[in-house]
């Protein structure tokens, strides 16, 4: 499974592969490309957990199961309204 993060300030496009249980090591971090924004705010990092917690069970129950690829879109979690 490809996890990719992203600033989701307008118009700066800076991505790059992480792993869900690195995650972590962008909490609060300000996007290295823009200086603005943060990477991974509270909320993401919750679900990123969580994510992570699906996928260390997943990785138990073995290969012969089937799978789905899932898309979540965390760019409109907690945006403050202006």
Not at 63 to 68: A, G, H, I, K
Request: proline share 6%; net charge negative.
């Amino acid at each position: 499974m490809e996890n990719i993060i992203r600033c989701d300030e307008n118009g700066c496009g800076w991505e790059q592969p992480c792993e869900l249980k690195n995650m972590g090591d962008w909490y609060n971090k300000p996007c290295p490309k823009y200086g603005k924004g943060v990477i991974i705010n509270t909320e993401e990092l919750f679900l990123a957990g969580m994510l992570n917690a699906l996928k260390m069970q997943d990785d138990m129950l073995g290969p012969e199961l089937p799978r789905e690829t899932i898309h979540i879109d965390s760019a409109k979690l907690c945006r403050e309204e202006k």
